[in-house]
């Protein structure tokens, strides 16, 4: 049996042997046997710190007790019939598979009729999507894995796949060998850094800056595509104007690299015939998350680097089915399978769910939830693997909004969220290893994922979802006889967008087991977008003065990432001893120079502060800027520290923009 890696947005496949244990699958486009530790540690994961009673109390105040699924359920039920749609949230995961997606959505948008049902897809890749729509007209990235094979020229900006995206790093590791040349754009000397033929260390929040003068650059030498910007692009005009008001040395002291380095990128630009630039949460957890996003795409635009083979804007996914939940239309801005809130869509899909009680608008991210939770506009908030009180910023904020909610729901298959103390209910679901279904990896490959155990008693997502779907009297619309039922109609649904680019209706469920499926496969190669214009739109965009940048009392940046063996809160991988041999849970980087000043010495206790909040941890010296710190979020309390910002277009949390200090402990 074959099932396919629930980590990252990489998507390994894995073959199940005997006593659990688990092998890539060298026939597998994707990973081609390869694997990580994080993957190859799931099978010892199945047992560990498992949550396998559903639990209800009153309060907070009060011990959880022991219930059924059937009692939990009614009592959500009811909560939900005593309010007002408008006062229900759903939170949900990119750990859910489609199938659980399709119903969480159908529930809280058809049924239900709230618009508030959001992923924390939100928190990582709400500006890569904002960024595509604006540029190309729909949610569709035009790069796959297996480009890199073709490349000339791999750009990293704001990302770091030899910790986050481990497998895709080796295949850029084997490109490397037959001659691709590697750039890395990072305020820290990254994993990744140190593989790289160019390694710019960029100041934090000036992504822009340093796009901007390469765009300059570019056309002012006629290294731009302008037959390809003239039969395929709107706002050149404008873009070039913008361009040239800028002053290019002002713009590269901006970005905090030298001339002679900018002046290297410019040639290995120039010089390379197909350009991929990838980048992950160091572009999109800004406050300009989208227009940092708006820039890389531009640049692709105008030099022609798109929509051929070995070349494009590639966002890397970070968790395993963030983008199944785009396609499904997990996000609050969307109604259903990349169609948004108009009055065409929504009469598609009152139609197609047999419903009247769509809403007429988006409705709250997963921040503003929570914004809104702290105003008291909050009843029932329903949570299904994902982790808020861990995971959002400023955690002090969320921490009292959460409280003022009467009913706090959490869907998880493990123990000691740090959500757990703050739900009134808690219901188990099936981990990976004991679900069915499918998911979609970061370059639009969607797969099965096999359970490899029997799941017993526990339901699935879809099912509690589906079961409080007919406590609420919808029966008809969610009976589903099995997993297969509801993949079927979620394909169904797809053929609900006119472009027909979301073209999943053409895959088969049981094929799918051993043949992946890629939808949306050439339908940008004639350079025909889905803009209303059909062209593609060039975005000018500068950067902003930033609200919260380093002052007396708070010297330093915040920078927050993940680390190779762990994954989120690590209610998984920190329970694996194994694991914790690269790199431990709890540690801040520091400059030598900075901890030299302050008097830090390596390993020594220290305390970092923000305007938000403080956390004690234990240093090390890297090699980063000098002025910005790194806390990995393996530290569950790394957004005691964290703003709350958020970026006003994509409203993605500001992650990597904080003023801190930091000093020895005590």
Request: with cysteine; aromatic share 8%.
């Amino acid at each position: 049996m074959e099932t396919v890696c629930s980590y990252c947005g990489v998507g390994c496949k894995f073959e199940i042997q005997e006593h659990g244990r688990l092998r890539g699958v060298k026939s597998y486009p994707i990973n081609r046997g390869r694997s990580c530790a994080k993957g190859l540690s799931l099978s010892d994961t199945l047992e560990i710190n498992r949550l396998t009673t559903p639990l209800m109390r009153d309060t907070t105040e009060d011990a959880f007790g022991s219930a059924r699924y059937d009692e939990a359920i009614a009592r959500i039920a009811q909560a939900i019939q005593n309010t007002v749609p408008d006062r229900v949230a759903l939170y949900l995961s990119g750990q859910m598979l489609n199938e659980d997606y399709y119903v969480a959505n159908k529930l809280a948008k058809g049924f239900i009729g709230t618009p508030h049902c959001d992923t924390n897809s939100r928190t990582c890749m709400a500006s890569a999507v904002v960024g595509y729509k604006k540029t190309l007209g729909v949610d569709y990235v035009p790069v796959r894995m297996e480009d890199i094979d073709t490349t000339n020229l791999l750009i990293l900006i704001g990302a770091n796949p030899a910790e986050a995206h481990v497998v895709l790093m080796q295949r850029i590791k084997k490109a490397r060998k037959r001659g691709l040349k590697v750039v890395v754009i990072d305020p820290r000397r990254t994993a990744t850094a140190k593989e790289a033929d160019l390694y710019l260390p960029i100041r934090p929040g000036r992504d822009i800056d340093l796009i901007n003068a390469l765009m300059r650059r570019l056309i002012a030498e006629g290294f731009h595509d302008e037959a390809f910007i003239h039969a395929h692009t709107e706002g050149f005009e404008t873009l070039i104007e913008g361009l040239l008001a800028l002053d290019e040395d002002s713009l590269i002291k901006s970005a905090g690299i030298t001339t002679e380095d900018f002046e290297k990128l410019v040639t290995l630009w120039c010089e390379n015939e197909r350009i991929i630039t990838g980048w992950t949460m160091g572009l999109n957890q800004a406050l300009q998350g989208t227009e940092n996003n708006l820039a890389v795409i531009t640049l692709h635009l105008i030099t022609g680097q798109i929509n051929r083979p070995g070349c494009g804007p590639l966002s890397l996914t970070g968790q395993p089915n963030a983008m199944g939940g785009r396609e499904v239309g997990g996000l609050a801005t969307t109604l259903a399978v990349h169609l948004d809130y108009t009055e065409t869509n929504r009469a598609k899909v009152a139609e197609f769910w047999q419903t009247d009680r769509l809403p007429i608008a988006g409705g709250l991210t997963a921040y503003e939830m929570l914004q809104a939770a702290h105003r008291g506009e909050l009843d029932v908030l329903i949570i299904c693997h994902t982790d808020p009180i861990y995971h959002l910023p400023n955690r002090r904020f969320v921490e009292e909004a959460i409280a003022r909610v009467s009913l706090v729901v959490e869907i998880n298959a493990y123990e000691g969220s740090e959500t757990a103390p703050h739900a009134h209910i808690r219901l188990p679901a099936v981990p990976f290893g004991y679900k069915e279904g499918t998911q979609t990896n970061l370059d639009r490959t969607l797969t099965r994922v096999e359970a490899f155990e029997p799941k017993g008693d526990l339901l699935q997502d879809w099912e509690i979802f589906a079961r409080i779907g007919q406590a609420l009297g919808h029966e008809k619309a969610f009976d589903y006889a099995d997993t297969r039922a509801v993949f079927e109609e979620y394909q169904a649904m797809t053929r609900l967008s006119e472009r027909e680019h979301l073209n999943i209706f053409d895959a088969d469920y049981e094929a799918l087991k051993t043949e992946p499926f890629v939808w949306g496969e050439g339908v940008l190669s004639s350079n025909r977008f889905f803009t209303p214009s059909q062209r593609a739109q060039l975005h000018f965009v500068t950067t902003n003065p930033h609200p919260e940048e380093p002052d007396e009392d708070y010297p330093f940046l915040l920078l927050t990432g993940r680390t190779r063996d762990q994954w989120h809160s690590g209610s998984k991988t920190a329970q694996i001893e194994k694991l914790h041999k690269y790199k431990p849970l709890r540690f801040v980087e520091i400059h030598p120079k900075d901890a030299a000043y302050l008097g830090i010495a390596e390993g020594q206790s220290v305390t970092i502060s923000s305007r938000y909040g403080t956390l004690t941890t234990e240093a090390r010296f890297a090699d980063l800027r000098p002025g910005t710190l790194f806390i990995p979020i393996s530290d569950r309390r790394v957004n005691y520290l964290t703003s709350g910002r958020i970026d006003p277009y994509s409203k993605e949390p500001d992650y990597n923009h904080t003023a801190v200090r930091i000093g020895v402990a005590g």
